[in-house]
Structure formats: C-alpha cells, structure tokens
C-alpha cells in the first residue's frame, strides 16, 4: 500500500470528524440559544470535553477550536447559573433585578461572540492575562 494512500485516507477520517465537531457545536449553540435547551447543551459540552480530555495526542487545529468552544460554553454557562442564582437572592433588596438584567445580556453577548468564532473558524476571544 502507497504511504500517499494512506495519508490521504488518514486526511479524510480528520475532515470527518472535524465536520461531526462542527455540527456539535453548531447544535450547542443553538441549544443555548433556545435557553430552554440549556441542560442539553451542557451535556453535550461536558461529554466532549471529557473525550477531549481522554484523547492522546490530539494535535489538530479543528479540534483544539472544537474544545475551546466547548469549554467556552461550558463557562457561560457555569458563571449564568450562579449568577442567576445571586440575582435571584437579592431580588428583594433590587439589586437581584439588575443582575438578572446584566446576565442575560451578557449570555448573549458571549453566545454572539462564540458564533462568530465558530463561523469563523477561530477560537472564541480569550481575556489576556
């Protein structure tokens, strides 16, 4: 068998599965979008960086995007939830109705800022340190 064969065989398995990373997202992304699917989208999420975290020697560029998004999302989601949940303590006080406001743009703000990223090909904008 010709090495050539074989690269161009490996070549069209990494385009399969960078494809099946894609469509994930694209599905966990809407899912945070629709709020409602939110658990469906962090499953999903939580699942894949798992595997990605199981996987050895991973050294393509799709799926270091795939994973960031993933992570990404995961943390909207995680800061949304105790935010939420802090907004809904100090709603009393008038404070909560604030926050609640604030978090839910910035929800959007940070699910606007990932489409862009995937629909780009990129890696979702990451806070300099």
Known sequence: M?????????LAKIRLIEQREERLLWLAYA?????VLVPVGVTI???EIGRFRRAKGIKREGM?????HHRW?????LVAFLAAFVSLGTFYYGVGAVLAVATV????????RGVMAL??????A???Q
Do not use: E, K
Not at 64 to 68: Q, R
Not at 73 to 77: G, V
Not at 119 to 124: K, L
């Open 31 to 35: 899912c945070f979008a629709t709020v």
């Open 126 to 128: 990451q806070p300099t």
């Open 45 to 47: 999420n939580l699942i």
């Open 2 to 10: 010709n090495t050539t064969t074989l690269s161009q065989r490996n």
């Open 73 to 77: 999302l995961s943390r909207t989601a």
């Open 119 to 124: 629909s780009r090909h990129a890696v979702p």
């Open 105 to 112: 743009a910035w929800w959007f703000y940070r699910l606007t």
């Open 64 to 68: 270091l995007i795939a994973d960031s």
